[in-house]
């Protein structure tokens, strides 16, 4: 039966190519329309694998003018398709550059295969100087103003983010390149950039003729992405297949592709669906976590390693504007850092005196499964092939309330990161139990705050409620002071009192000296 179904666009970016083959193509002329008509200059702001490069190349070819790609969309009759103009298309996101003179030749090697697509001629060497000869003898020749299009205009900063002298010289060089982009705009007829963060000294973001961010602008919230009825109207077909795969009807079926796949969102109000994973998804004909294993950047990483507070990212987060502000590289703090690269997003907007505050939490099980998996490893070396086993153990540990179930399967976790790596501070130990808590399947909150004090952190499943109370000391011979330590907490702050039409339970735990202990209590008061 999927032989009859419209073939789907798996890793194909080119909307030519897409068109002409008749993937399956999601309408987003509408909004490219809103973009298009407008002289400006723009930017977007989304993580990878979400259909930047689509979007790019889309606007590419509606500048060249080929109307017979768009036929059947919105966009088609409203367009003018007898004005045609040059198009500057720089990709950043194919290759990886190791070094300034690496990026400089990629620069200056797409500028000469322009130059030769439109028939003109650069005498400049330097790709700044090059780049501006391009802009104006296309203006003259054509007598229409170029269009510049720039995709993934911040990958070889991230690409080497942990390398400080490579960085800051491809900075520097991007710098004065995208530079041209201000100096030239009476030349330009529109420019689009895409790119997963802001960063500072690039130049883009900073004085006069910096483009539009349309990152928050609600406005154009899905340009990116699909929507639910999007799903549901290009995909009805695939989802029919997939249900008859799981012995499920349609609305089984869309509860569990929305809990695995749905939940970005960039104004609160419309939520959608990772592209990639959608595909991926009716692809392989299973579910699975698609996008984290083609769609988390190194950089990302490398960067969450060694940040103890990463526990926080699990319960829902506020923050201001500054989530979408531009960054040194080096220095983005964790919540900017975890929004601007999808694994944080926005579920709601308060608004307090005309003030944003964004709401943010991690968007869906695929993301939140895969991230805690991967933090694990890099914070406590733990195997990522046997996370899995070791999460249903540790499961039915909690469910049958093992406290020494739980111990024995702790301490094999805790066993698997090296000696010379222990980190000798309560919050490294925080983060490693509270990532667990977390890969458990509960629904946890972090940090709780009472009238009387702050627990630890609240599980919930069906009628049970946990209250977990953790403890660290460096003497392990007190291991079992600090336990009853945890456990008289929760009683005499009387954390448990706002839970009492839950089944009730304490879980005490003690950390010292790279032992642990813990113990389950029933509520007995």
Not at 142 to 150: F, G, K, R, T
Not at 295 to 323: C, D, H, R, W, Y
Request: hydrophobic share 40%.
């Amino acid at each position: 039966m999927k032989s009859e179904l419209q073939e789907l666009p798996i890793s194909i970016q080119s909307f030519r190519k897409l068109r002409v083959n008749n993937y399956l193509y999601v309408d987003k002329t509408k909004e490219i329309f809103e973009l298009a008509k407008n002289e400006k200059s723009y930017f977007l702001s989304r993580p990878r694998r979400f259909g930047k490069s689509l979007l790019v190349s889309t606007f590419e070819n509606l500048f060249l003018g080929k109307k017979e790609l768009f036929n059947g969309l919105y966009i088609y009759d409203k367009w003018d398709w007898n004005e045609t103009y040059p198009v500057i298309r720089i990709d950043l996101g194919g290759g990886m550059l190791r070094s300034g003179n690496d990026l400089k030749e990629y620069l200056s090697n797409i500028l000469d295969e322009t130059a030769t697509k439109y028939a003109v001629n650069l005498k400049y060497k330097k790709i700044d100087s090059k780049f501006r000869e391009l802009i104006n003898k296309l203006q003259i020749k054509y007598e229409n103003n170029a269009v510049v299009l720039v995709d993934e205009y911040d990958k070889p900063i991230l690409d080497n983010v942990a390398y400080s002298d490579v960085r800051d010289d491809i900075k520097e060089i991007l710098h004065d390149f995208y530079q041209i982009l201000k100096s030239q705009d009476d030349n330009l007829r529109f420019v689009f950039l895409t790119g997963v963060s802001k960063f500072v000294g690039t130049s883009i973001f900073s004085g006069l003729n910096s483009p539009d961010d349309l990152t928050l602008n609600n406005k154009f919230s899905t340009i990116c992405g699909y929507t639910g009825e999007e799903l549901e109207y290009y995909f009805t077909d695939y989802i029919l297949v997939l249900g008859e795969r799981y012995d499920v009807d349609k609305e089984t079926i869309l509860e569990n592709i929305k809990l695995f796949y749905n939940g970005y969102s960039w104004d609160g109000k419309n939520f959608l669906y990772n592209p990639q994973s959608i595909l991926s998804l009716f692809n392989n004909m299973f579910f699975n976590n698609y996008w984290f294993k083609t769609g988390t950047p190194t950089f990302l990483l490398k960067l969450l390693k060694g940040k103890f507070a990463l526990n926080k990212v699990f319960s829902q987060v506020k923050a201001g504007f500054e989530i979408s502000d531009s960054y040194d590289p080096e220095t983005i703090p964790l919540v900017p850092l975890m929004f601007q690269s999808g694994y944080l997003t926005i579920k709601n907007i308060e608004t307090i005196d005309f003030e944003h505050n964004y709401v943010l939490n991690i968007p869906n099980k695929e993301v939140r499964d895969s991230l805690i998996k991967y933090l694990l490893n890099i914070v406590a070396d733990y195997p990522l092939n046997q996370v899995n086993d070791l999460r249903d153990r540790m499961r039915r540990n909690f469910l049958s309330r093992d406290s020494e179930g739980l111990n024995l399967n702790f301490r094999e976790m805790l066993a698997s990161r090296p000696y010379n790596l222990y980190n000798d501070n309560e919050a490294y130990f925080h983060s490693i139990f509270l990532l667990w808590l977390n890969l458990l399947g509960f629904k946890i909150e972090g940090e709780v705050v009472t009238n009387i004090g702050q627990m630890d952190a609240i599980l919930t499943v069906d009628d049970l409620a946990i209250i977990v109370e953790i403890k660290f000391g460096k003497d392990k011979d007190k291991i079992d002071d600090l336990l009853d330590k945890a456990l008289s907490q929760i009683v005499a702050n009387r954390y448990y009192e706002k839970y009492l039409n839950y089944d009730v339970v304490f879980l005490g735990v003690a950390f010292a000296d790279k032992e642990v202990k813990c113990e389950f209590k029933s509520l007995n008061v």
